[in-house]
């Protein structure tokens, strides 16, 4: 079941794109299901030219496919982006392609295990740590004379797991706690050369890997989808969780000149489950 009577799917229906990203070029780390497709396809359909980067480049391939659909051009990067080398060479091959880069998307992420923090092997905080805050550290810097140049901006997705306090979720939140504050000093140096630095926090996002998670959750309590999911979203102001393009289309606000004068905050995108 991947259906409830709280998911609103006419949101999709009301929502028609605006050209916002025209004439940008956007490196989006991080291509994958879910989040990282949708934030992919969002930009596309917003007007915007993609640099698509993971390790797997079957995966990069089709969604270059998706952002061609839309008349849009696409530069497939397989790389890893704990490696120096590679990362450095993305940056070549970004700008060798367009010319520009307006918005560096950081959306790659790695869990480490959900065990309280003092259980977990210090070589995968490590490990997660080398993905979730010291690549988005380098590829800014890396990034940052192109966009000083076009005077564009770096988002990060982070979690709202910043905001929580459970035991289970406390490796995951040691390191995006870590890229929220570094967004922040990036906000603060790079700023000056206008340079726009902002995070965004979404909460459980309603796609496939959360819709499978669900399933397994009903499947051991003995209860249906429907009711995880309404458990998952009692605690939002909507009373539903958010979909993967809702969440892209709010950072992709960030990468826009609608956002020209935000730098420095974290957006939570959580239909409410969070005030800040």
Not at 15 to 23: D, K
Request: hydrophobic fraction near 40%; proline fraction near 5%; aromatic fraction near 6%.
């Amino acid at each position: 079941m991947t259906d409830t009577p709280w998911h609103d799917e006419s949101i999709e229906e009301r929502y028609t794109p605006a050209p916002l990203l025209e004439g940008k070029v956007l490196v989006l780390s991080g291509v994958g299901p879910g989040l990282g497709r949708a934030l992919g396809e969002e930009a596309a359909k917003m007007g915007a030219d993609l640099v698509l980067v993971s390790r797997t480049e079957k995966r990069l391939e089709k969604m270059a496919e998706v952002v061609r659909s839309y008349g849009r051009r696409a530069l497939v990067v397989p790389t890893d982006i704990t490696d120096e080398a590679q990362q450095a060479a993305l940056v070549e091959r970004s700008l060798e392609e367009f010319g520009r880069v307006d918005c560096l998307l950081n959306n790659a992420f790695g869990i480490p295990p959900m065990d309280p923090i003092t259980q977990i092997p210090l070589e995968k905080l490590r490990a997660a740590n080398e993905t979730n805050v010291f690549a988005p550290l380098r590829l800014s810097a890396l990034f940052a004379d192109a966009l000083a140049a076009s005077k564009g901006s770096v988002v990060m997705i982070n979690s709202a797991v910043v905001h929580s306090s459970q035991p289970e979720y406390a490796g995951y939140k040691l390191s995006k706690g870590a890229l929220y504050h570094l967004a922040q000093s990036l906000a603060e140096e790079l700023g000056p050369r206008g340079i726009r630095v902002n995070s965004v926090a979404p909460s459980y996002i309603y796609e496939d890997v959360n819709k499978g998670y669900f399933e397994w959750l009903a499947s051991e309590a003995g209860t249906s989808h429907a009711e995880v999911y309404a458990e998952k979203a009692a605690p939002t102001d909507l009373k539903r969780l958010a979909s993967p393009s809702e969440v892209a289309r709010a950072a992709l606000f960030l990468a826009s000149d609608l956002a020209s004068a935000v730098t420095g905050q974290l957006l939570n995108v959580d239909c409410g489950e969070f005030h800040a």
